[in-house]
C-alpha cells in the first residue's frame, strides 16, 4: 500500500502560479508512474500530467507550456502551475501506479478567480 498527500492549493489570481506537492509514503519502491488529475465540480476527474520512473513526462493539452511535473528521488511528486487560468480551478488529485492498480490522495483544491 501507499499513501498519498497533497499540498499547495489555494485561491489565486487568474496569471498567478501554485506549486502542489505530493508526499507518498510506504511501498514507495513499488510505485511505476505517479500523476496528477482534476475534478471540477459538476465534470468528471482528468489527466493533468504524469512522470514515469525514468523521468518521461506527458501533459494534457490544456496545460502543456504553463504546467511542470516533477518528481524526487523520495518518490514525492511537485506540480509547478504558472499562467493559472480561471478553467484551471478544481480538485487536484495526486494518483500513483503500483502493479497495475491506481492509488489516489485526498485532493488539494484549487481555485483561481479575481
Known amino acids: 500500500q501507499v499513501q498519498l498527500v497533497e499540498s499547495g492549493g489555494g485561491l489565486v489570481q487568474p496569471g498567478g502560479s501554485l506549486r502542489l506537492s505530493c508526499a507518498a509514503s510506504?511501498?514507495?519502491?513499488?510505485?511505476?508512474?505517479m500523476g496528477w488529475y482534476r475534478q471540477a465540480p459538476g465534470e468528471q476527474r482528468e489527466f493533468v500530467a504524469l512522470?514515469?520512473?525514468?523521468?518521461?513526462t506527458a501533459y494534457a493539452d490544456s496545460v502543456k507550456g504553463r504546467f511542470s511535473i516533477s518528481r524526487d528521488s523520495a518518490q514525492n511528486m511537485y506540480l509547478q502551475m504558472n499562467s493559472l487560468k480561471p478553467e484551471d480551478t478544481a480538485l487536484y488529485y495526486c494518483?500513483?501506479?503500483?502493479?497495475?492498480?491506481?492509488?489516489w490522495g485526498q485532493g488539494t483544491q484549487v481555485t483561481v478567480s479575481s
Open positions: 512522470i514515469t520512473n525514468d523521468g518521461g
Open positions: 510506504g511501498n514507495i519502491f513499488s510505485i511505476v508512474v
Open positions: 494518483n500513483a501506479l503500483i502493479q497495475g492498480n491506481d492509488h
